[in-house]
């Protein structure tokens, strides 16, 4: 089975605050790892891109990935209303085409 | 920064008439890919090009959908007859190569009436 599962939300933060965003995926045969952040009626917008366990970082933004248990996240650290999007994890199922399956998306809401 | 663009932004159409959608892709990218977004669901992967081919579709690409490369630069979806179903949000993305990152483009909003 080819799935991506991700808490709808929505999830309401306090600006300053970390923000913890995460998806399960169904099998091993999954790759690589993006995370996106899509505005309300805009297009997804790449934040990372994520292909081995462990962590990679880029400026706030910290992308985990435990291939062990089949889970992504996603950390945002000093949150600001301007983060307020809903955020997309995807994935890469092997041996396709560039066909990337994504979770249903959580909306972040950034309380000034 | 190099971006994906899309037009146009938004389309409204009868239902059974046919639409193109246009898509300039990432000018050195070699892969491009069409995505849907019905209102309140998921992304969904509708079909990946390479080298003026199709490398990949889904269920929801039946006959009714048609890609080209027209030339250099543009990339387009055509919607042969459409149906209210088809109501959505069309994504154009491309990457450098098969497992590299995909960038989105801004998306046509489709309404078919």
């Known amino acids: 089975q080819k799935e991506v599962e991700q808490d709808p939300g929505p999830l309401s933060v306090p600006e300053g605050a970390i923000v913890s965003l995460n998806c399960t995926y169904s099998?091993?045969?999954?790759?690589?790892f993006m995370w996106y952040r899509q505005y309300s009626r805009k297009g997804p917008e790449l934040l990372m891109y994520?292909?081995?366990?462990g962590n990679k970082e880029d400026g706030r933004f910290t992308a985990q990935v435990d291939k062990s248990s089949k889970y992504i996240s996603l950390f945002i650290r000093d949150s600001q209303p301007s983060d307020s999007a809903t955020y997309l994890c995807?994935?890469?199922?092997?041996?396709?085409?560039?066909?990337?399956?994504f979770g249903k998306g959580t909306k972040l809401s950034v309380k000034p | 920064e190099p971006e994906v663009t899309q037009t146009p932004s938004h389309q409204v159409t009868q239902m059974g008439q046919e639409v193109i959608l246009r898509c300039v892709p990432i000018s050195n990218h070699l892969y491009f890919y069409w995505y849907r977004q019905i209102l309140g669901q998921k992304v969904e992967f509708l079909v990946s090009f390479y080298n003026n081919e199709i490398s990949e579709k889904s269920e929801i690409f039946d006959d009714q959908f048609s890609v080209e490369r027209p030339d250099g630069s543009n990339f387009t979806l055509k919607i042969r007859s459409t149906k209210l179903e088809d109501s959505a949000m069309y994504f154009c993305a491309s990457s450098l190569s098969i497992s590299y990152e995909q960038y989105f483009g801004p998306g046509t909003r489709l309404t078919v009436t």
């Open positions: 994520t292909y081995s366990s």
């Open positions: 099998n091993s045969a999954f790759q690589y």
């Open positions: 995807a994935s890469n199922y092997g041996g396709s085409q560039g066909n990337l399956i």
